[in-house]
């Protein structure tokens, strides 16, 4: 016997979710799982966001900021955010700063482009560094559909390849794509690790 899940978010407040992983893809960006209550998932339409809410900033104005999820929407459990962090940036610093059990206020989803299975044969996709996520959950979820044919070429562009994000999942999904997935990672510069 299946048990139906729920959504565990609102488009019109923010919830609070702990923070229960952190993984590091290199010296700036990371994947930051969040647990959701036991029989919920993000049940998030195909190619849509969140807000994600931080403390408020110098003036005492709210810091909110968009994000696509990577985890699947019916991921049981959990919602997984790629967060690049950025000097200024007063969210990104806040949840790189995050230890495990810290809450994040969330809230969503926030619709974006319908997406329409078999609409296109094929569909070309340009994406540079921590842009991957939208793309990712179309993907993800189009690739994941027996009936679905549309083929998709990605050009990902980051400056190196210690850069590329979610590299290990956009690989294993074109091995499995039965041709239907082809990844070109273009880089502004080869020789740097870091």
Excluded: C
């Excluded at 959990?78 to 700063?97: C, F, N, Q, W």
Aim: charged content about 20%; hydrophobic content about 40%.
């Amino acid at each position: 016997m299946s048990t139906q899940l729920v959504t565990a978010l609102d488009s019109a407040d923010f919830r609070d979710f702990p923070l229960k992983e952190i993984v590091r893809y290199n010296h700036n960006t990371a994947k930051f799982v969040f647990a959701l209550p036991e029989g919920s998932a993000s049940l998030l339409p195909v190619a849509s966001a969140i807000y994600v809410k931080g403390p408020d900033d110098n003036e005492g104005k709210p810091v909110v900021r968009p994000y696509t999820p990577v985890s699947a929407p019916h991921t049981p459990g959990e919602l997984a955010l790629v967060i690049k962090r950025y000097p200024d940036g007063k969210l990104s610093s806040h949840v790189h700063s995050m230890t495990i059990g810290q809450t994040i206020k969330i809230k969503g989803p926030i619709p974006k482009l319908a997406w329409v299975a078999n609409q296109f044969d094929q569909v070309g996709m340009i994406a540079g560094g921590s842009g991957i996520t939208p793309i990712f959950q179309v993907l993800q979820h189009s690739l994941a559909q027996p009936d679905e044919t549309t083929k998709f070429k990605l050009i990902f562009g980051n400056v190196t390849p210690a850069d590329i994000l979610i590299r290990e999942e956009l690989d294993e999904m074109a091995a499995k794509s039965n041709g239907r997935f082809e990844v070109m990672h273009i880089i502004s510069r080869p020789d740097e690790t870091t």
